[in-house]
């Protein structure tokens, strides 16, 4: 296995497997970043509870008098400019607490599984050594540590934990569009959404990791990987709003987080 997992809560509510199409649910994934700590979260669906989830979180953003074209970013609704911008004004600090909400009180309703994986920035190093359960096949790989490559690598360890919640290869993965550029692996820059790409070990084979990439108005689902990442970082973080994310995290019913590197777990500020 490529990543250490350090936790997991409940279990999904969910069990529809199809032995003839594995793929039965949707996974859609969204970054986030304060200060050195980098965040991936994974929202997972059943395909059958899609139409659900446009359904409520339209009826929603009606109540919030937000358009149904308006996408839900939470570096948008979060800051008072932004809002401004967006054609939010209308909604206050109070508004969007209570927004953010209504998004966690979806997520358990569906109910969408919330994966995700976290890393220390400032200590992730010019060598990462990739192990093995035999050590003599450990793998050391140089990479150019850039937020946008690990968010990458994170992408990929959020489905290291096996024993909760949907699996890898019962997903169709889909990655929000990011045509930042950037190194990790060699010396080409690359733009960040494909540094997502790779292989996964299901620990009877090794499958190619390579998700569908989607701009955020391409799906509800995205909206709810945006929130549910922002959620995640801020949890972590020792900022104004790490009470109130605190408090939504532990409110999701179905979740589980893995660390990058064990080192990396003391990155939580509580």
């Given at each position: 296995?490529?990543?250490k997992?350090?936790?997991?809560?409940?279990?999904?509510?969910?069990?529809a497997?199809?032995?003839?199409?594995?793929?039965?649910?949707?996974?859609?994934?969204?970054?986030?970043?304060?200060?050195?700590l980098?965040?991936?979260?994974?929202?997972?669906?059943?395909?059958?509870?899609?139409?659900?989830?446009?359904?409520?979180?339209?009826?929603?953003?009606?109540?919030?008098?937000?358009?149904?074209?308006?996408?839900?970013?939470?570096?948008?609704i979060?800051?008072?400019?932004?809002?401004?911008k967006v054609?939010l004004?209308?909604?206050?600090e109070?508004?969007?607490?209570?927004?953010?909400?209504g998004?966690?009180?979806?997520?358990?309703r569906?109910?969408?599984?919330i994966?995700?994986?976290?890393?220390?920035h400032?200590?992730?190093?010019?060598?990462?050594?990739?192990?093995?359960?035999?050590?003599?096949?450990?793998?050391?790989?140089?990479?150019?540590?850039?937020?946008?490559?690990?968010?990458?690598?994170?992408?990929q360890?959020?489905?290291?934990?096996?024993?909760?919640?949907?699996?890898?290869?019962?997903?169709?993965?889909?990655?929000?569009?990011?045509?930042?550029?950037?190194?990790?692996?060699?010396?080409?820059?690359?733009?960040?959404?494909?540094w997502c790409?790779?292989?996964?070990?299901?620990g009877?084979a090794?499958?190619?990791?390579?998700?569908?990439?989607?701009?955020?108005?391409?799906?509800?689902?995205?909206?709810?990987?945006?929130?549910?990442?922002?959620?995640?970082?801020?949890?972590?973080?020792?900022?104004s709003?790490t009470?109130?994310?605190?408090?939504?995290?532990?409110?999701?019913?179905?979740?589980?987080?893995?660390?990058?590197?064990?080192?990396?777990?003391?990155?939580?500020?509580?």
């Amino acid at each position: 296995m490529f990543f250490k997992a350090t936790l997991s809560i409940a279990t999904f509510g969910v069990h529809a497997i199809n032995t003839e199409n594995q793929a039965v649910y949707l996974a859609y994934g969204d970054e986030s970043q304060v200060n050195n700590l980098l965040i991936y979260a994974f929202a997972i669906i059943g395909k059958n509870y899609l139409s659900n989830l446009e359904f409520r979180l339209a009826e929603l953003k009606k109540f919030y008098r937000i358009p149904a074209s308006t996408i839900l970013h939470c570096k948008d609704i979060f800051s008072g400019d932004n809002r401004k911008k967006v054609g939010l004004a209308h909604l206050g600090e109070k508004d969007v607490f209570d927004l953010v909400k209504g998004v966690v009180a979806i997520i358990n309703r569906i109910p969408i599984f919330i994966k995700y994986a976290y890393c220390d920035h400032e200590k992730c190093k010019n060598v990462y050594t990739f192990p093995s359960s035999d050590t003599n096949l450990d793998c050391e790989l140089l990479i150019t540590p850039t937020p946008q490559g690990l968010h990458g690598l994170l992408a990929q360890a959020c489905f290291i934990d096996r024993s909760h919640g949907p699996l890898f290869e019962e997903c169709e993965v889909t990655v929000s569009h990011n045509a930042t550029k950037a190194k990790f692996i060699g010396k080409k820059r690359r733009q960040a959404h494909n540094w997502c790409s790779g292989f996964y070990d299901t620990g009877s084979a090794v499958k190619p990791f390579s998700p569908h990439i989607v701009k955020a108005d391409g799906s509800s689902m995205l909206q709810i990987a945006d929130v549910a990442s922002y959620i995640c970082s801020h949890a972590l973080s020792l900022n104004s709003k790490t009470d109130f994310s605190i408090a939504q995290l532990e409110c999701i019913q179905f979740k589980t987080a893995a660390v990058l590197l064990p080192e990396h777990a003391n990155v939580i500020k509580k």
